[in-house]
């Protein structure tokens, strides 16, 4: 009985470890969230981030602003949440991907936001989504509601 517990307890400790150290592929992660055909809303509508399945996206236009100055700014939110670090890419290059991860295991959400030129405005997409599981309980998507609402307009 004693070794059963004992192989629990290790099984826990590796799965727990995985998730911690699991390598971060940026191929796997860093892909543009610009899909187009996307509900484009106000930056102020924070409805405007659509849940799907493991996480959170949205597409967003803003008005009189330059694709890397929005993504610089992004940048500099996300590096201030807690427990999130740049994983890939860069203002200059248009995109980034960013990973947080959770407090007490270390789950990793992966979220890339990109931005183009159009016209006048700068069309902004992100996409958060997290690595283990189905589902994220609104998690990513609270996420980027924090963060849309901090961007300056």
Known sequence: MRVL????????????????????????WHVSPLVGGQQTVDVRGLDSVHAVPGGARVEILLEDAAPESVLA???????????????????SEG????VTRTAAFGFPDYTTAAARPEGEATRLGIFARQR??????????????????????
């Open 5 to 28: 517990l004992y192989l629990a307890v290790l099984a826990v400790i590796g799965g727990m470890a995985y998730i911690r150290l699991a390598p971060a592929d940026p191929s796997r």
């Open 73 to 91: 700014q992004l940048d500099a939110i996300a590096v201030s949440t807690p427990r999130t670090r740049r994983l890939a890419g860069s203002p």
């Open 95 to 98: 995109m980034i991907t960013w």
């Open 132 to 153: 283990f599981g189905s589902r994220d309980l609104g998690v990513n998507a609270a996420r980027l509601e924090d963060w849309i609402s901090r961007l300056e307009p």
